[in-house]
């Protein structure tokens, strides 16, 4: 089958799951930090409501086991309070395919019909403002989310992604992440009841510089730039769409992250918010493992670059200019692709998309 | 342009809200009734949630207008309270829409962003089970969507619509809407604070025995049946596929839209639900109006098609033979609005989607 077929093939039903299992591996083993934080929290069972959330929750596929888990020990441990889960994801995403997941309509399982008196919504608003009331939300989950930006703050001249920007450039990335880091965590100080908890789990950088495809072998972030750059110096695309294709992204390190909640003098710190518990973890690409297993190069190649493109095609789309006929773009990004599962399928050792993750639980202060 | 092309041109942005202007009128003209029954309520300016929700909200258009009134008034008499608004629908409803529209994101005109410390959710369970948690809401509100039945309770030998069912045909929708109707009622019992209100405005039988399309002129339901049956005598369908389609809907009397709360042993009466309020009214065909000033009959019958296709075309195809072939059924389809609209074209007077609704406020009692 032709790429670019079997890729349309391939963005039918399960797409999105499939290419986001890794996801689903880094929340499923980070489900003990949130029902520790919940021991912690101790929910009383005293009839009031209980909310929990997902925000940036895309179709809930990734979180949905880790939400049936923790949703039921909520029911155990306070039977009598109703609870609100609240998916909350940008205007464009497909609630009606997430609606259908949580609902139990679709081949994926759900814990919806397994917990009473249990009321399911949505929210189309970022999580750079404010979703909830006030002082409602007991349990705020966020994974794999909060390293886009509100807003592209530069573009790099050099590379495609932060991760390999320097001087000014990088340090346009970085204070525009601390901007948002901070905002989104008052936001939610605002939207927590007190005693509240955090469970934010998010692309980062860790104590040993590794990040999302880049733990030892070959950096994804360096090919995808290189090959961009490729195709700028053989005429395929323009050296301003080159410099105009940027992730509007930043990975924060582990101080990054954490800055906001230990000094005294911070909003956040002044908002109420405590942090419990901050490590880093590598979770290993589920892909790379499986190539392990049956060795077919090609085969690896061709499960891996789906993955990636799931979430990197719109960035490379929206660096090519405007005037372009939708049938160049898209031959643009198969050409690029293509070139990319070549390298893979031509030289496998070394390509994994390994995730690396900072993983925080922070709590909302008495009073 | 050929019809096929057309329609499916007409399908793209503002398809539906163009189709829905008269469904807009309803709401727009009972907006009084719903502030009235707010001043009855006189929410206290507490610091508590206030929320409203639209239950079967479709894309949010036709109530936007409402809402932001009620909304307003609502902040104007309660400055410290945050609201929640609430839309709900069935899974498949486009939710991405909805928010898109609500967050002022279309050229739709929205209130949300001159309305403070309001929150916009949705959900995707359906009206005949229980949407919100125990207590929580203050302002109910639904139109034009009760007339669905939770299933078909039967099938019509000889017409398309229980209008024109009788006997034991007519009986089993008779019981169905009753059931769905109780049972509508005793969710949002549950759902309402005590003290809230609910603005219920359906498609119903007024006193004249009219009804949506059949307000005087060429019935438009018996329309539907005619050239439905002339698709069946000629061959076009088959006698089962005729007798399958039949639109899973009840069209309410008044009696049977205020039984529940006359009889203080009624469930509805019993969980605290009383009639404040109950009247019908025809809201004219803004097709047929615009007719009357242009004169021309078959711009008529091209604007007046798309707005009956788009609610009714679901349940004829729904009653084709699930072995057809797609282009079959997307040719018998076009064929049977294609003659729909040469009935209009060449004799236009007397033909008119006049809305007929029963408008309901129902109030929770305190205690």
């Known amino acids: 089958m032709p790429s670019t077929a079997r890729d349309i093939a391939m963005k039918g039903g399960g797409y999105y799951s499939r290419a986001t299992i890794g996801a689903k591996h880094v929340i499923d083993g980070a489900t003990p930090l949130i029902l520790n934080s919940l021991e912690r929290m101790s929910p009383p069972d005293d009839g ?24 039921k020990e909520v029911r155990r441990r306070a039977p009598s309070r109703p609870i609100q889960m609240v998916y909350t994801d940008l205007p464009r995403n497909d609630f009606s395919q997430l609606f259908r997941n949580v609902l139990g309509l679709t081949d994926v399982a759900s814990y919806y ?50 991760v390999g920007a320097a001087g000014a450039e990088r340090a346009a990335y970085t204070e525009q992440g601390r901007r948002d880091w901070e905002a989104m965590l008052l936001h939610r100080a605002r939207e927590l009841a007190p005693g509240g908890r955090l469970a934010l789990f998010n692309f980062g950088i860790d104590e040993e510089e590794r990040y999302l495809g880049n733990t030892g072998g070959i950096s994804m972030f360096d090919t995808f730039n290189a090959l961009w750059e490729e195709l700028r110096d053989e005429g395929s695309i323009t050296s301003d769409e080159y410099v105009d294709t940027n992730f509007p992204q930043h990975y924060r390190t582990v101080e990054e992250f954490t800055r906001p909640f230990r000094n005294p003098a911070d909003p956040v710190h002044r908002a109420g ?35 990636l ?59």
């Open 48 to 71: 009031s409501i209980f909310t929990m959330s997902d925000m940036g929750c895309a179709d809930a596929g990734t979180s949905m086991t880790m939400v049936g888990a923790v949703l």
């Open 113 to 162: 019909e397994e917990i009473e008196n249990l009321h399911v919504f949505a929210s189309g608003t970022s999580f750079h403002r404010q979703i909830l009331p006030p002082g409602t939300l007991h349990l705020g989950f966020s994974a794999t989310a909060s390293h886009y930006l509100s807003e592209k703050p530069a573009k790099i001249a050099n590379h495609v992604h932060m």
């Open 273 to 307: 918010l405590r942090l419990e518990h901050a490590e880093t973890r590598v979770v290993r690409c589920p892909f790379e493992a499986h190539f392990e297993e049956h060795g077919d190069p090609a085969r690896f190649a061709r499960e891996y670059i789906p993955t």
């Open 309 to 367: 493109r799931s979430w990197s095609e719109s960035t490379f789309a929206s660096g090519l200019s405007a005037g372009r006929p939708a049938e160049e773009r898209t031959a643009i990004l198969d050409r690029f692709y293509d070139r990319y599962e070549a390298r893979v399928r031509e030289a496998p050792h070394g390509h994994a998309m390994d995730y690396v993750h900072c993983y925080l639980i922070a709590s909302k202060i008495h009073g």
